[in-house]
């Protein structure tokens, strides 16, 4: 999964709760919850219709089109 | 006398006052009514998070932490058992394994009635999966009794629609299911007022689930802390065993003799 020495990096697009962002392939799913100052909150995170486990966050590197759903508790009955 | 607790999947509570989180003011309000209510289950949403736009954003698990409470994510705005069973996962990883969960399936926004084919087909799965399901449904007892079979672990019919506080409609239909299943019959909505709550533990329900009576009241503290008191009291009024209802009663309170003249 990891990117070869000397591949040239090259921009993808990944759809988070919904909204497209665009990055550098090398980042990680901790690189991105890094990003978006989630680290360490209570959150849970399916990629592409499948939980990932907190314990894989630094291993697991995004592709192009990936589409993760990154949830929260809130009040509900 | 042993303690009279309410069972759920193998784990005794003291309270059988379930409350909801949803609709108040702030998350500090959420906890005092959660404290007056006296409730040890809690249900909770699962929504997007923020991502990055709100860093600072108050967590409700801060408030209401899982150690303290048992979390019982639900399925809330789900209307189909895909979108459900998909929820509750992502509750589990969210509550590090936790398995006991609410499934409702809804039909359709305007009444938020529950689909009970869906329902059925997400309880499947779910308890496949290793999920303890506390299952919303209809009123109607066939429903409530393939539930069981299939493994949940509550049956929660509705007393009338969600947030609607109109009240139980149909105790009959509630009695039925109660005649009809082993595990506990808690009602899941309806409950507009304090003898709602009785009302429904006279029957003989194991326990009352309610959100918007408490949250929409317009003292929700007050109101958690008198739905607390209804449920305690409606409990013990079914212990106790009501006299029988009589046209006219044949036999008064005080002494016929003795009279004076």
Known sequence: MLPQRGQNLKVISVSINGEVR???????????????????????????????????????????????????????? | MNKDTLLIAGKSYNSRLLIGTGKYKDFSETQAAVEASGAE???????????????????????????????????????SADDAVRTLRLARELLNGHSLVKLEVLGDPQSLYPNVVETLAAAKTLVADGFQVMVYTSDDPIIAK?????????????????GSGMGILNPWNLQLIMDRVQVPVIVDAGVGTASDAAIAMELGCHGVLMNTAIAAAQQPVLMASAMKQAVEAGRMAFLAGRMPKKLYSASPSSPTSGLIN
């Open chain 2, 146 to 162: 393939q539930l069981e079979d299939i493994g949940c672990v509550a049956i929660m019919p509705l007393a009338s629609l969600i």
């Open chain 2, 41 to 79: 289950i809690i249900t909770i949403a699962i929504r997007r998070s923020n991502i990055g736009q709100n860093p600072n954003e108050p967590n409700l698990l801060d408030v209401l932490p899982p150690s303290k409470y048992t979390l019982l994510p639900n399925t809330a705005g789900c209307y």
């Open chain 1, 22 to 77: 665009q990055f550098d392939n090398s980042i990680s799913v901790a690189t991105l919850l890094e990003q978006m100052q989630l680290t360490g909150k209570r959150i849970a995170l399916e990629r592409n219709g499948e939980i990932l486990p907190r314990g894989q966050f630094n291993q697991q590197l995004l592709a192009d089109g990936d589409r993760l759903e990154i949830v929260v508790a809130v009040g509900g009955g």
